[in-house]
């Protein structure tokens, strides 16, 4: 990693941390989740940033992947516990933050510190050499800890220049084997603990996209979209509320792509056993040493 890619690093982990933040104040009961996600959004651009994906909420049951659409009217309720990821990119250099908010009551605030703690315990084994089994085992012995379940199908993950999930994965549960940290991998570690079942699935559509693949279409305006995307957002996540800056009818023609196998989206993620899910995450720098932690 040369100078000026790590500067890029660094600078795209202090933002995203200062967004994380910014929008936790936010986050109130009554107070409307497509505002404060779009204060959010507001704020890193404000701050010469773009986003690496569109903001999640994940409220309650939802381990992950969901961000308000143009029409949503959901609103905070007192009671809610509430994941708060941020992405932020530099030129395409990204930090990934998550932390947990229950929304003015504390019944769960010792799984939020089980969350953080498991965090805490990740990092402190991280390092050049380190097999991502190591880290599993010991996110998954905190949670216990505590008496959770960290939820087995949601990994933390290697970073890459415009490329959030870059073939490794850090799990946060006991795992043998598996690959082998070196020295100036980005990584995002982020344990998710529950007191349901420790898995997650779904079908619902989260209101977040990717783009499959470029084709020809026979639609001009949808073409003109497709492209748009691509140059856009380099082959990261989009919201469909970020469309209508382009188009009128974005909407319209983000169905005609979706019909034409063009964009997916991601689904919504439940926690299956129907339980409270709580997150926190970091973005780091791998060294012989240990790791820089880049979003702190």
Do not use: C
């Amino acid at each position: 990693m040369n100078p000026d890619e790590k500067i890029k690093w660094e600078a795209a982990g202090k933002l995203a941390r200062e967004a994380l933040h910014f929008g936790k104040a936010l986050i109130k009961d009554g107070e409307k989740m497509l505002n404060v996600t779009e204060k959010i959004e507001g704020y890193v651009k404000e701050n010469g940033a773009k986003l690496a994906f569109p903001t999640n909420l994940a409220v309650n049951n939802v381990g992950a992947h969901w961000t308000p659409s143009t029409k949503s009217k959901d609103v905070f309720k007192r009671g809610d516990v509430v994941k708060l990821d941020v992405g932020v990119h530099i030129d395409g250099y990204i930090g990934d933050n998550a932390l947990t908010i229950e929304v003015e009551t504390n019944e769960y605030s010792k799984m939020i510190e089980a969350s953080r703690e498991a965090l805490n315990v990740a990092i402190d084994v991280a390092a050049a050499g380190v097999n991502v089994g190591i880290i599993g085992h010991a996110v998954q012995d905190k949670i216990e800890q505590y008496g959770y379940r960290p939820i087995a199908n949601l990994t933390g993950h290697r970073i890459k220049r415009y490329n959030l999930h870059s073939g490794i994965s850090i799990p946060s549960i006991r795992e043998r084997g598996g690959p082998i940290l070196t020295s100036g991998d980005i990584v995002a570690i982020e344990p998710f603990v529950t007191d349901g079942a420790g898995r997650v699935g779904g079908k619902r559509n989260s209101n977040i996209y990717h783009l499959r693949q470029i084709r020809k279409i026979r639609d001009e305006k949808a073409t003109k979209l497709m492209i748009e995307i691509r140059d856009r957002y380099n082959g990261l996540p989009f919201a469909e509320r970020w469309l209508h800056e382009i188009q009128d009818d974005a909407t319209k023609n983000l169905q005609k792509l979706m019909r034409a196998g063009v964009v997916s989206y991601y689904p919504v993620l439940d926690e299956l056993g129907n339980g409270i899910v709580a997150q926190s995450e970091h973005t780091l720098l791998i060294t012989n040493s240990g790791n820089e932690v880049l979003t702190r």
